[in-house]
T-cell receptor, first 111, second 116 residues
Framework: GEDVEQSLFLSVREGDSSVINCTYTDSSSTYLYWYKQEPGAGLQLLTYIFSNMDMKQDQRLTVLLNKKDKHLSLRIADTQTGDSAIYFCAEWNQAGTALIFGKGTTLSVSS | GAGVSQSPSNKVTEKGKDVELRCDPISGHTALYWYRQSLGQGLEFLIYFQGNSAPDKSGLPSDRFSAERTGGSVSTLTIQRTQQEDSAVYLC??????????????FGPGTRLLVL
């Protein structure tokens, strides 16, 4: 079945780059997403990438997609304390009726 | 414009009682989704609505869980005879619904349910 895996924790210092990694199983996934969840809040869509792209850049965010290895990464440049949150990688299920999420990577940014 | 709203934001109930959770999607969004976020389980899909019908209920964990949507808008998730393992954050999302795959889902703030 479909599955999305992420590492659970990442700790960086303010100003450094953060790289959050994700692997997925469904090679037919057309869109892959990154969501951010701040403490006590809902999920906020950060960015997404279409499967025919290798890279997408949006201000401080860079998404890299390696379809062959089914590997997705999110790079945050110049990480700030306000970036501390849980980051979820997601893909659509095969039926196209729901998103399948990883367990989330908790990013901790220290000053 | 207004985003997805959910109520109540927090709910504490006693084991065995029934609870109703409400979701108000973004105006004009025909697709609506319920997810559950539990400690250690991540985000689990519960049910998907397209309009008032639910083509995919495969994520509902037991027959104590049900959901309905009326008028193609507001949805209610009902949990009967609540158990302690039902304690979680229940998240609702909506999307335009014109095509399923590739559409962005917008999430509400969630309802935090605690069953004592």
């Amino acid at each position: 079945g479909e599955d999305v895996e992420q590492s659970l924790f990442l700790s960086v210092r303010e100003g450094d780059s953060s790289v959050i990694n994700c692997t997925y199983t469904d090679s037919s996934s057309t869109y892959l997403y990154w969501y951010k969840q701040e403490p006590g809040a809902g999920l906020q869509l950060l960015t997404y990438i279409f499967s025919n792209m290798d890279m997408k850049q949006d201000q401080r965010l860079t998404v890299l997609l390696n379809k062959k290895d089914k590997h997705l990464s999110l790079r945050i440049a110049d990480t700030q304390t306000g970036d501390s949150a849980i980051y979820f990688c997601a893909e659509w299920n095969q039926a196209g009726t729901a998103l399948i999420f990883g367990k989330g990577t908790t990013l901790s940014v220290s000053s | 414009g207004a985003g997805v709203s959910q109520s109540p934001s927090n709910k504490v109930t006693e084991k065995g009682k029934d609870v109703e959770l409400r979701c108000d999607p973004i105006s004009g969004h025909t697709a609506l989704y319920w997810y559950r976020q539990s400690l250690g389980q991540g985000l689990e899909f519960l049910i998907y609505f397209q309009g008032n019908s639910a083509p995919d209920k495969s994520g509902l964990p037991s027959d104590r869980f049900s959901a309905e949507r009326t008028g193609g808008s507001v949805s209610t998730l009902t949990i009967q005879r609540t158990q302690q393992e039902d304690s979680a954050v229940y998240l609702c999302a909506s999307s335009l619904g014109e095509v399923s795959v590739g559409e962005t889902q917008y999430f509400g703030p969630g309802t935090r349910l605690l069953v004592l």
